[in-house]
């Protein structure tokens, strides 16, 4: 599976400024997923930048002062040469959409399109395209509402909601009272083969009810048999169970909150792990070089150190 970063997609957009033409005035992003790219652009270049719908309704985006350039065009009318940007083209409908409408304004303007991630049958549909990234594949600003989900495995705290502080772990009357109102972090759009939490099955009702509360879809919740649960586990532990469950699913990705145990799941279960703490994708081919970040910064989580103190008393 190709995996991109945020950070991967702005080196890529670093790495092929060359191929952005010179006269360029205006820089519009096509809705939603190429607003990120458009935005980035237009810095790199100093230019002003716009929505698709903006740029037909004829707005530009304002800016601060320290960024215009005296020589930025002021309306539509002075545009010369203006760059249509998508964050990737598949089917290329956005793209085809995206040109129908422009088409209607009969601009007496150049207009080239680009994408940073093209499928190879999709080349042709732009006039610049960046990296070919061919399917199966997923990116970080979106993979929370991708129909990947329903291939994945997917961790509770620290991805769906914020992890539990150091008074909710330590006593239990306030630990219910966290997984009754956790605080949701990010709410996925499409069905989760897999839940993988390090919850002990006691608190699968509330869990549920949590989940059930913010409309969280998913086909099967993995909870921490209580047996497990009443020994005193650190991100080892954590992470070898996990993945001795994704290593019996069928899902090809896991989404894990702890970098250490990212690593883990991935040596146990053979298989890619999208860490949202480090947001790096940890996959056999790069192991070592993921392990030895773990080594390198100790990511040392408040969870672990908890474990530590608890297991002293």
Avoid at 138 to 161: K, M, P, T
Wanted: charged share 25%.
């Amino acid at each position: 599976m190709n995996f991109r970063t945020i950070e991967d997609m702005n080196g890529c957009i670093c790495n092929n400024m060359r191929k952005i033409p010179r006269d360029i005035d205006l820089v519009v992003g096509i809705p939603r997923s190429g607003i990120l790219p458009a935005s980035l652009l237009g810095l790199y270049l100093n230019l002003p930048i716009a929505d698709l719908h903006s740029f037909v309704d004829g707005k530009i985006y304002q800016t601060g002062s320290t960024r215009k350039n005296e020589n930025w065009i002021k309306s539509l009318a002075e545009v010369k040469h203006v760059l249509i940007v998508d964050d990737s083209v598949s089917t290329g409908n956005a793209v085809n959409d995206a040109k129908s409408l422009v088409m209607k304004l009969n601009l007496d303007c150049k207009v080239t399109y680009c994408a940073i991630y093209v499928v190879p049958t999709a080349i042709f549909a732009v006039d610049i395209y960046f990296e070919v990234c061919n399917h199966p594949r997923i990116f970080e600003w979106n993979y929370l509402h991708s129909w990947i989900l329903e291939y994945a495995c997917v961790d509770i705290d620290g991805v769906l909601c914020e992890d539990p502080n150091l008074k909710e772990l330590i006593s239990k009357d306030k630990y219910k009272e966290f997984l009754a109102n956790a605080k949701p972090k990010f709410i996925p759009t499409h069905k989760i083969a897999y839940l993988v939490t390090g919850r002990s099955e006691d608190y699968r009702e509330l869990t549920e009810k949590w989940l059930d509360n913010f409309n969280i879809k998913y086909e099967n919740l993995v909870m921490l048999p209580k047996e497990k649960a009443s020994s005193v586990m650190g991100n080892a532990e954590y992470g070898e169970y996990k993945a001795s469950v994704y290593k019996k699913t069928n899902c090809f990705l896991f989404i894990e909150s702890n970098h250490e145990q990212a690593v883990i799941i991935c040596e146990k279960a053979g298989k890619q792990v999208f860490c949202v703490e480090s947001r790096l994708l940890v996959s056999p081919d790069n192991l070592a070089q993921r392990a030895a970040i773990v080594k390198r910064d100790g990511f040392i989580t408040l969870k672990r150190i908890i474990k530590k103190i608890l297991k002293k008393l």
